[in-house]
């Protein structure tokens, strides 16, 4: 006869254990001299923005300092980071992208 542990199966242990992967929030800030277009195009390419959404964020960018791109699990948030800094350091740009947990 098999025995029955209160705590319930190992499976079932595991499932109450389980808590969604923390979220990542990607924020990209402002600076002096990065062209408002460059940070459009990033928008769109990176952040899956359509043209008029990237426009609204990256004004909002501009005029308070700082401003949200998306949300993600961490890898992906890092990832979408360090694909922002690599192709701004090609350019020549100073555009700063950073992220923190929600
Ligand atoms: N402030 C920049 C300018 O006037 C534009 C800009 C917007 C730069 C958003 C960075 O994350 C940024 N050219």
Do not use: W
Not at 8 to 28: D, N, S
Not at 40 to 52: A, G, N, P, T, W
Not at 55 to 77: E, F, N, S, W
């Amino acid at each position: 006869m098999a025995i029955k542990h209160d705590e319930g199966t190992v499976l079932a242990r595991q499932e109450q254990k389980l808590k969604p992967p923390a979220m990542y929030k990607v924020l990209l800030l402002n600076d002096d001299y990065t062209p408002m277009e460059f940070v459009v195009m990033i928008l769109q390419e990176y952040f899956s923005k359509d043209r008029e959404n990237a426009t609204q964020i990256m004004l909002m960018v501009h005029r308070d300092g700082k401003g949200v791109c998306g949300v993600y699990p961490k890898d992906i948030a890092s990832t979408k980071v360090e694909l922002v800094l690599n192709h701004a350091r090609k350019a020549g740009h100073p555009l700063q992208c950073v992220m923190e947990e929600v």
